[in-house]
């Protein structure tokens, strides 16, 4: 049964839409859904379910926290061979000590279209430096994630698709996870 990954957009973020990751696991239990298990309070859940469309799933997950807490939380969902195969495609090199080198990963929904993703291209600079990856945006901040104006709703706006971002700690947990 293959594994999945769903990456909820926003939620437990500054007092906002707040999901206790406990309730989280019991009502995404109510799905047909295996060995659910929440990573951090950032809305980071792996399970195993039968082989499924990865949006269908992301659409059930979304519908069952709408129903409970009405509110949305778009939701991203990934196979743990897609999320290893995205940590080696890292153009970036990973160096603990040098934040600029401690990428985040901004999973996409959709593969953004190629026109688009040239013109968003003309975004980098030397404080943020970014690549495109089929449905992935690997970026790495020089001055920090929380200055950037390089967000969630950048992407989204540019690319018209949805995003949620992770850092790499947290990318490199949920493969092992």
Same mark, same amino acid.
């Given at each position: 049964?293959?594994?999945?990954?769903?990456?909820?957009?926003?939620?437990?973020?500054?007092?906002?839409?707040?999901?206790?990751?406990?309730?989280?696991?019991?009502?995404?239990?109510?799905?047909?859904?295996?060995?659910?298990?929440?990573?951090?309070?950032?809305? +980071? &859940? *792996?399970?195993?379910?039968?082989?499924?469309? =990865?949006?269908?799933?992301?659409?059930?997950? %979304?519908?069952? $926290?709408?129903?409970?807490?009405?509110?949305?939380?778009?939701?991203?969902?990934?196979?743990?061979?897609?999320?290893?195969?995205?940590?080696?495609?890292?153009?970036?090199?990973?160096?603990?000590?040098?934040?600029?080198?401690?990428?985040?990963?901004?999973?996409?929904?959709?593969?953004?279209?190629?026109?688009?993703? +040239? &013109? *968003?291209?003309?975004?980098?600079?030397?404080? =943020?430096?970014?690549?495109?990856?089929?449905? %992935?945006?690997? $970026?790495?901040?020089?001055?920090?994630?929380?200055?950037?104006?390089?967000?969630?709703?950048?992407?989204?706006?540019?690319?018209?698709?949805?995003?949620?971002?992770?850092?790499?700690?947290?990318?490199?947990?949920?493969?092992?996870?």
């Amino acid at each position: 049964m293959p594994t999945y990954i769903a990456l909820l957009r926003g939620i437990n973020v500054s007092g906002q839409k707040i999901i206790k990751m406990a309730d989280l696991k019991d009502l995404l239990a109510s799905l047909p859904l295996n060995g659910i298990r929440t990573y951090i309070q950032s809305g +980071n &859940v *792996v399970f195993e379910a039968e082989k499924a469309d =990865e949006v269908l799933l992301a659409k059930s997950i %979304e519908d069952k $926290i709408k129903d409970k807490y009405a509110f949305e939380v778009p939701t991203i969902v990934r196979t743990r061979e897609e999320l290893l195969a995205i940590i080696q495609m890292n153009p970036f090199v990973v160096n603990e000590e040098d934040d600029f080198s401690k990428p985040y990963i901004i999973f996409l929904e959709n593969k953004p279209d190629p026109e688009r993703v +040239n &013109v *968003v291209m003309g975004f980098n600079s030397e404080n =943020e430096i970014f690549q495109i990856i089929g449905r %992935e945006v690997y $970026i790495t901040h020089k001055s920090g994630a929380g200055k950037s104006k390089l967000t969630n709703t950048f992407f989204e706006a540019k690319l018209k698709t949805k995003a949620t971002s992770r850092n790499w700690n947290t990318v490199s947990k949920l493969s092992d996870f």
